[in-house]
């Protein structure tokens, strides 16, 4: 199992979260984006840039996603993508995405796009705040407590 990091996007105060958890748990973690990236020196993590154009870093994660691998991205229609090829979804905000709510979440989208395409001002998302660093922080601890129980498990039968 292994991280995929949609970087582009990716408040910096996540990204020092993603950091000290891939340490903490020896996870490795792969940023990608299409603009250069600075991470810390590890054996752990590492950045993959790749060309700019309209979903190529998506693209990239999705080609390379492993099921049952990490994938943190605020981008709905990628994290659809990867909870089809068996992968897991985190927002950072702390949200998992699911089967069971990946399609609302796709509607409501597409229709915000709708709405921006006809010209309504719909806004952005509000600012990260401290709880949505918290929430993220404690769903990345929560899912690394439960691959690390699952790689226990099989190592020991």
């Not at 020896?26 to 752990?44: D, F, G």
């Not at 309209?54 to 709905?76: M, S, W």
Request: charged letters at 25%; a positive charge.
């Amino acid at each position: 199992m292994q991280i995929w990091v949609d970087a582009d996007a990716c408040p910096g105060v996540i990204k020092e979260i993603i950091f000290r958890a891939a340490e903490r748990a020896a996870i490795t973690t792969t940023l990608v984006a299409n603009t250069l990236l600075h991470t810390p020196a590890s054996r752990h993590i590492r950045a993959l840039q790749v060309h700019h154009g309209f979903d190529v870093a998506d693209n990239e994660i999705v080609k390379r996603l492993q099921p049952g691998d990490l994938v943190i991205t605020a981008d709905i229609p990628l994290a659809s993508d990867v909870l089809a090829k068996g992968g897991h979804a985190l927002n950072p905000r702390g949200e998992i995405y699911t089967r069971d709510t990946i399609e609302a979440l796709l509607t409501m989208r597409n229709f915000m796009d709708q709405l921006r395409g006809s010209g309504v001002k719909t806004g952005g998302p509000d600012a990260l705040s401290h709880s949505d660093r918290k929430a993220f922080a404690n769903q990345l601890d929560k899912f690394l407590a439960r691959h690390r129980a699952v790689r226990d498990t099989t190592r020991t039968t």
